[in-house]
């Protein structure tokens, strides 16, 4: 584990403010019409939080883009399970999460968080790291889709090298998994944790640029996709895709778990939920359908660059 010299935590709280700002910004161009509420909160030991949620537009029925920077006596557990030596130590943790829901069935659901934790031991020197990623959940799929995304996650990873794009991206496909259904969330992307090495400027300039692909990832696929035709089937297949997407975030998802144990704003915690969500006692899509193809084609680990 890294230790703490040169690592300056607010660098990265002003690089996710910054990027706060753009990403909401790009967002309320694309819907058109919706504004996000901006909130600026104090918290405990002179930490702060930014939430900013937009709901009921034309094209996106529910964004939220959070940054926190928030200071404690003790990490909380789910941010310690695999670090003992810091267990309990006073922290510093900055953060970027955010979701977003469409309105429309065919433009996919995606989700990005990047983090910075700062701990700091009893007797002990500084202890540092980053995780986060970024990934999509289309509910009807389309393979063009899938490799934009993928091609530009691979450039994302470009500042660790050509090993970092295959091992986040498998990285993201066991963790963003439903083992209780046997399917993944979605088409995957990147996903990272405990990262610190070779050093802090390294993996702050990975962390950089996953934080900058992201709008060029995911605007085109909206962009394709906003203005396609759909009625009540697909809006309701939509709905039931959601109850997946809670079903993770409630029992699976670290982050949320975090939030919880460490006393955050339960408002903020939970802004990644969608505004609707419906479950249907043991619904199987009709054989050769779009709804059938979703699990067939989309929600298995694949290599989607044929590398």
């Not at 490799?147 to 450039?155: K, Y």
């Not at 209780?180 to 993996?203: A, I, K, Q, S, Y």
């Not at 906003?226 to 895709?241: N, T, V």
């Amino acid at each position: 584990m890294s230790h703490g010299q040169g690592v300056d935590a607010n660098r990265v709280h002003e690089y996710l403010v910054d990027l706060q700002d753009r990403i909401c910004q790009a967002l309320e161009r694309e819907d058109g019409a919706a504004r996000f509420r901006r909130e600026e909160l104090p918290g405990p030991a002179g930490g702060l939080a930014r939430p900013r949620v937009l709901e009921g537009g034309p094209t996106l029925a529910k964004a939220a883009v959070n940054f926190t920077h928030a200071k404690g006596a003790a990490l909380p557990p789910s941010a310690s399970q695999d670090r003992p030596q810091v267990a309990g130590a006073p922290f510093e943790a900055v953060s970027l999460s955010m979701i977003v829901h469409a309105v429309n069935p065919y433009v996919p659901t995606t989700h990005m968080n990047l983090r910075c934790f700062l701990a700091t031991p009893a007797g002990g020197e500084p202890v540092w790291w980053f995780g986060g990623g970024f990934d999509l959940t289309p509910v009807y799929g389309f393979e063009e889709d899938a490799v934009h995304w993928h091609r530009t996650t691979r450039d994302a990873c470009a500042p660790l090298g050509p090993e970092a794009y295959p091992r986040f991206k498998a990285w993201c496909d066991e963790y963003f998994l439903l083992p209780h259904r046997g399917e993944t969330r979605g088409v995957g992307g990147l996903f990272f944790d405990d990262l610190n090495d070779p050093d802090f400027e390294t993996c702050f300039e990975f962390v950089r640029s996953v934080g900058d692909h992201f709008l060029p990832a995911y605007l085109p696929i909206v962009q394709r996709r906003r203005a396609m035709k759909f009625g009540e089937r697909e809006r309701e297949f939509q709905l039931y895709r959601r109850g997946r997407y809670v079903e993770f975030n409630l029992v699976y998802d670290r982050g949320t778990k975090y939030g919880l144990q460490s006393g955050r704003r339960i408002e903020s915690v939970l802004a990644s939920m969608p505004p609707l969500a419906r479950w249907q006692y043991d619904y199987q899509p009709p054989p050769g359908t779009p709804e059938a193809e979703l699990t067939q084609k989309f929600l298995q680990p694949r290599d989607w660059l044929g590398a």
